[in-house]
């Protein structure tokens, strides 16, 4: 079946590093891939999306590129905000299995000033 | 073992009907969440639940309503003033506002006749 792995948290930065979340996946077929993220009280947002190998999808300074040679969508923002602080899940949507979407179980984003 | 039910798993409705979903979780978590997935698109959030007697609405919540009598169930109505419901429909659940995990059933495609 599909699965998605992505890097243990907690994740603790400071204003303005620079961030990378790992995620890799397996699936049959060409899945579209999903990044989102999950503040405080709140439920999931969708932050970025890539539907086909080599897309890259961004939204708010993040950027994921869709690698199918290595199966991965890492997400990657060049300057933290303590705003950013939140739960990111990574996710893929099977487009052949009634669309059933598969989540990774999130890692947590802490960005101190 | 613990998890979310939802049911059914297809589900038809005629023009004009409401219809309502049903998600049950024994996981003993306090938030609940309902989302819709359009092909292609990501999770948009439609309500959610940070406890028993109380919920939000999400981004998308006209033509929706949802209840929460009880700790382990999040009923979603679709009613005949959503004008286009035909969607696939994930419900979620997580222990506190915002935790992580979060933990997913495994959807409801519902369809228009």
């Known amino acids: 079946g599909n699965s998605v792995t992505q890097m243990e948290g907690p994740v603790t930065l400071s204003e303005e590093a620079f961030l990378t979340i790992n995620c890799t996946y397996t699936?049959?077929?060409?899945?579209?891939l999903f990044w989102y993220v999950q503040y405080p009280g709140e439920g999931l947002q969708l932050l970025l999306k890539?539907?086909?190998?080599?897309d890259k999808g961004s939204n708010k300074g993040f950027e994921a590129t869709y690698r199918k040679e290595t199966t991965s969508f890492h997400l990657e923002k060049g300057s933290v905000q303590v705003s950013d602080s939140a739960v990111y899940f990574c996710?893929?949507?099977?487009?052949?299995?009634?669309?059933?979407?598969?989540f990774g179980d999130g890692t947590t984003l802490t960005v101190k000033p | 073992d613990g998890g979310i039910t939802q049911s059914p798993k297809y589900l038809f409705r005629k023009e004009g009907q409401n219809v309502t979903l049903s998600c049950e979780q024994n996981?003993?978590?306090?938030?609940m969440y309902w989302y819709r997935q359009d092909p292609g698109q990501g999770l948009r959030l439609i309500y959610y639940?940070?406890?028993?007697?109380?919920?939000q609405k999400g981004d998308i919540a006209e033509g929706y309503s949802v209840s929460r009598e009880k700790k382990e169930s999040f009923p979603l109505t679709v009613t005949s003033a959503q004008k286009n419901p035909t969607a696939f429909y994930l419900c979620?659940?997580?222990?506190?506002?915002?935790?992580?995990?979060?933990?997913f059933g495994d959807g409801t495609r519902l369809s228009i006749l």
């Open positions: 699936a049959t077929g060409y899945p579209s």
């Open positions: 996710a893929l949507k099977d487009n052949t299995n009634a669309g059933k979407s598969t």
């Open positions: 890539a539907t086909k190998a080599d």
């Open positions: 996981l003993n978590h306090d938030a």
């Open positions: 979620a659940s997580s222990i506190g506002q915002g935790e992580r995990p979060q933990h």
């Open positions: 639940s940070q406890i028993v007697n109380d919920f």
